[in-house]
């Protein structure tokens, strides 16, 4: 007989602090916005960049792998993020993991490919307002200025002694997302709460 018992729901690393964060965003006025996007699909891509699997791969993505070191590019609700010269980190909506993973072997075809579903080794971070950048340079060492980190760029850093992917956000004004490990996402939380007080 199959089992009918109901799945348990997936729960996010911060779903416990999302009131919490809600209460910053209020507290701080909207000069800094803070909020978990959990479940965002997640694959590590390796190819070489320069082979027609790379072109392949862009087409079923809707639009070219960066090649611009800490890059992002954007299509539809897909993002493609620049980690290395061979790497990347393809973003997508939540529950679109397999059909990405998909559409990803199947143009990469017989060509030397790597594709990791790291979906639930982080989750993101929504730093918003017009401080956030304010916010994020008490913690990370990365020139922050519009002019050398505005929409569409990225790096891995290190942000309050914890590694993650800083993404500035695809227009002016819309923030950054802070892709953390599972693991320490608790920790960056607490921290950005607290740094966050400054500007209540």
Avoid at 128 to 145: E, F, I, K, S, W
Wanted: net charge positive.
């Amino acid at each position: 007989m199959a089992d009918t018992a109901p799945t348990a729901r997936p729960r996010s690393p911060l779903a416990h602090a999302a009131d919490r964060l809600a209460a910053a965003t209020r507290f701080c006025g909207g000069a800094v916005r803070l909020a978990e996007v959990p479940f965002l699909a997640q694959l590590n891509v390796r190819l070489d960049a320069k082979s027609p699997a790379a072109d392949a791969v862009g087409l079923a993505l809707g639009f070219p792998l960066p090649l611009e070191p800490d890059t992002v590019v954007r299509g539809g609700d897909l993002r493609a993020v620049w980690l290395g010269p061979d790497e990347w980190l393809v973003v997508g909506r939540p529950g679109a993991r397999r059909d990405l993973e998909g559409r990803i072997r199947s143009a990469g075809g017989d060509a030397p490919l790597s594709v990791t579903d790291v979906s639930a080794q982080r989750t993101t971070v929504l730093v918003g307002g017009p401080r956030a950048r304010d916010l994020l340079a008490h913690g990370c060492r990365l020139d922050l200025h519009p002019r050398a980190f505005g929409p569409g760029r990225c790096a891995q850093t290190t942000l309050a002694r914890t590694q993650v992917v800083l993404v500035a956000r695809d227009r002016p004004g819309a923030g950054f997302w802070v892709l953390v490990r599972s693991s320490f996402a608790d920790h960056l939380a607490n921290w950005l709460l607290d740094a966050a007080v400054e500007y209540g």
